[in-house]
């Protein structure tokens, strides 16, 4: 079974700055696919950006960027330029091949102008 | 495209009613996917199909729910009898494949359900 572990609950950061959410996760599996989503509070499930355990180089979207260490089971996002659209829940995910899809608990972040 | 299409938004019933959820996948998408999220559990996955076939419904809580997908492009998700604690904000995914870049899962807008 995988685990996806989210150690902060909540967190802020001021307009402009940097933030980098962390998520850790365990598995067996030696291929998977590892997400992060954004639940604004529209409640609407957006998906920020999408990293292949089997590539090597860290994905980056615009102003968000991964910090995927394999070894450690680690996946944190880097939100460069905070926006106050940025403020939401933001999710990790693990998928295996065979579709399972495993969610971390979330990180409430507020961008405070 | 429209995107993922959930109704009813919203959902208010009392303990023991039957209630249906439903999903219209992005049309082209093989994988429909049912999640369930609550301030207690986060964010659950219930149930998957492919090509309108049951995968893995080894999410589902119990028998009181049911979920069925007649074609591409409708699936249910059924509660019989609703209880309280089946309270939650149920979602509904849809994505090309499973791997590769094609695994990317597209929310719809969600069901608030409250059952009282």
């Known amino acids: 079974a995988q685990t996806v572990t989210q150690s902060q609950p909540e967190m802020s950061v001021q307009e402009a700055e940097t933030v980098t959410l962390s998520c850790t996760y365990d598995?067996?599996?030696?291929?998977?696919?590892l997400f992060w989503y954004k639940q604004p509070p529209s409640r609407q499930m957006i998906l920020v950006i999408r990293?292949?355990?089997?590539?090597?180089q860290n994905a980056t979207e615009n102003r968000f960027s991964v910090n995927f260490q394999k070894a450690a089971k680690s996946f944190s996002l880097k939100i460069s330029d905070s926006q106050l659209g940025d403020t939401a829940m933001y999710f990790c995910?693990?998928?295996?091949?065979?579709?399972?899809?495993?969610f971390g608990d979330g990180t409430t972040l507020t961008v405070k102008p | 495209d429209a995107g993922v299409i959930q109704s009813p938004r919203h959902e208010v019933t009392e303990m023991g009613q039957e209630v249906t959820l439903r999903c219209k996948p992005i049309?082209?998408?093989?994988?429909l996917f049912w999640y369930r999220q609550t301030m207690m559990r986060g964010l659950e996955l219930l149930i998957y199909?492919?090509?309108?076939?049951?995968?893995?419904d080894s999410g589902m809580p119990e028998d009181r729910f049911s979920a069925k997908m007649p074609n591409a492009s409708f699936s249910t998700l059924k509660i019989q009898p609703s209880e309280p604690r089946d309270s939650a904000v149920y979602f509904c995914?849809?994505?090309?494949?499973?791997?590769?870049?094609?695994?990317?899962?597209?929310f719809g807008p969600g069901t608030r359900l409250t059952v009282l």
């Open positions: 199909f492919n090509n309108n076939v049951p995968i893995d």
């Open positions: 598995t067996s599996e030696s291929n998977y696919y």
């Open positions: 049309s082209g998408h093989d994988y």
């Open positions: 990293q292949e355990a089997y590539k090597q």
């Open positions: 995910a693990f998928n295996t091949n065979a579709g399972k899809s495993t």
């Open positions: 995914a849809s994505s090309l494949g499973l791997a590769g870049g094609r695994n990317e899962q597209f």
